[in-house]
C-alpha cells in the first residue's frame, strides 16, 4: 500500500561520504529539504557508509559542513540523533542482516550459486539470441540436492532477491506513471559472498524502518526503482515496513557539452562556491531553479519564499543545464540585497586573512566599513572584494602594467602635476570637492572627466576600474593619495 496523502512527510538525504560534495548532490538535498520545511514534515540525514574502500571521515565531516553552511538543517540524523538511530549504515548492519535472513526464510529470496564466468557467459549467449541479458533466473529453484553440490565444491553464494513475474506499475511525483515489465527486471544480488549488505538491500530497508514518505532522488536511481517497490511488498509482508514511499526523481543536471555534469567536473565541486564567495542564500536560490520555478517573472527569492512556494510536484522532468554566469548573476543579486552591516562581515575572511600582498594586520577596518556600502554594489562574489579595494590595505597599489599602458596616454605628468595640486588645495572631507579638483584639471589640459580621472584612478588603486574614484579617495585619505601621484609622476619621469 502506498503512502495516503495525510500521512505526515518524512524525506530523507542519504549520501556517501567519498570525494567533495557536488552540486547535483546539493540539489537533491536542498528539494528534500524545502519539501519538508514546506508541509511541516520532518528531514532525515543518513549516512550510506558501507563501502569502507571508499568512504572516509574526511568527506563525512565535510558533508555535516556543507549543509550546515548552506543552512539545510535537518531534524533526525548524526549530531541530532533521533527514534531510528543510528543513521550511519556502518552502525546498521545487524539489522541488515536480520531482514536478510527474514527474506531468506519467507522465500523471498535465495541463495545463488553462479560464478561470474557463468554469468558472463549465459549473458553473452542471452544477448547474441536478442533476449534481454540480466540474470536468467538459474538458482531460483535449487533442489537441495543442487545446493549441497555447490557447497561442497566450496562455492560462494550471494544472496539475491525473487523479483515476481510481473508488470510492477508505479506513479513518478515528477514523471506520472511508469510501468516495467518483468524481464526488464530481473532477480538482483541484496548480500555478498562475503555477507556484506549491498546498496539494494540497505537503502530500502532503511527507508522502510525511518517510515520514509517521499523519495526524491536523481533520474539515475530511476531504473532501481521497480526493484525497491517489489522489495518493499515483501517487507510489508514480513512486518517490516507499513507502506510504500513515493517516488519523485528529480532531472539530470547537465554540465558543458550537454553532458550529465559529473563530479569530475571543475563546475561541480560546492567547495569552489564556497572558496569563492557564494552566498548560501544565491547558491541555493540557483540551484533550485535546475528543475523548479517560483514563478514566471521571478528569479530571484529568499530562501523562506522558497520554503512557502516549493511542491515537487511542480518539479520539471527535462533535464537542467548548469549556467555559471546564471548562477554568479543571482548571486550578484543576493549580495544586493544583504543588510550593509551584513555584506561588510561577510567579506571580512577575504580581507582579515594572510594575503600576497598584505598582512592581516595591515587591515584597517574604519577603512574598510567606510567603502563597503560603495563596493556592495559592484562584486558578483565575495572573494571579487580583494581586487575592489587592496588599495586602501597595500603600502603601494598593485602595479597592473595593461592598466597603466591604459590610462598613461597624451601628456599624463601634466594632468597628474595640475590634478596633485588642485587636489592638495581641495576639501577632502567631501568627495564633490575632489571630484571638482580633477575635473578642473583635466579642463585645464583640454580633457574630459572620465580621461582625467583615469590617470589619477591608476596612480592611486593601480587599475582603471573599480569603486567610485572620489568616495575611494576620500577614504584613503590626503596624504597617501598624494604620495601615489608623486610616486606615479616619478616613474613618468624615470
Known sequence: MANTPSSPVRVRFCPSPTGNPHVGLVRTALFNWAYARHTGGTMVFRIEDTDAARDSEESYHQLLD???????????????????APYRQSERMDLYKDVAEKLLAAGHAYHCYCTTEELDAR?????????????????????DEQVAAYVAEGRPAIVRFRMPDEAITFTDLVRGEITVQPENVPDYGI???????????????????MEITHVLRGEDLLSSTPRQIALYRALIDLGVAHSIPA????????????????????????????????????????????????SADQDIFTIPELIEKFDVADVNANPARFDLKKAESINADHIRLLDPKAFAEACEPWLTAPHANWAPEDFDRAAWEAIAPH????????????????????KEPVEDEA????????????????ARANLEAANWSDPESLKNAVLTAGEAHGLKLGKAQAPVRVAVTGRTVGLPLFESLEILGKDKTL????????????
Not at 73 to 84: N, R
Request: proline letters at 6%; a neutral charge.
Open 66 to 84: 556543507s549543509l550546515r553552511w548552506l543552512g539545510l538543517d535537518w531534524d533526525e540524523g548524526p549530531e541530532v540523533g533521533g527514534p531510528h
Open 123 to 143: 549473458r553473452d549467449a542471452a544477448r547474441a539470441a536478442g533476449k534481454p541479458s540480466g540474470y536468467d533466473g538459474h538458482c531460483r529453484e535449487l533442489t
Open 191 to 209: 548480500v555478498r559472498a562475503n555477507g556484506a549488505p549491498l546498496y539494494t538491500l540497505v537503502n530500502p530497508v532503511d527507508d522502510a524502518l
Open 247 to 294: 517516488f519523485g526523481h528529480l532531472p539530470y543536471v547537465m554540465g558543458e557539452g550537454n553532458k550529465k555534469l559529473s563530479k569530475r567536473d571543475p563546475q561541480a565541486s560546492l567547495n569552489i562556491y564556497r572558496e569563492r564567495g557564494f552566498l548560501p542564500e544565491g547558491l541555493l536560490n540557483y540551484l533550485s531553479l535546475l528543475g523548479w520555478s517560483f
Open 375 to 394: 563596493a556592495q554594489t559592484r562584486v558578483t562574489v565575495l572573494s571579487d572584494i580583494t581586487a575592489n579595494v587592496d588599495f586602501l590595505f597595500l
Open 403 to 418: 592598466s597603466w599602458t591604459k590610462a598613461m596616454k597624451g601628456d599624463p605628468a601634466a594632468l597628474l602635476t595640475t
Open 483 to 494: 604620495t601615489r601621484i608623486d610616486a606615479a609622476l616619478a616613474k613618468l619621469a624615470a
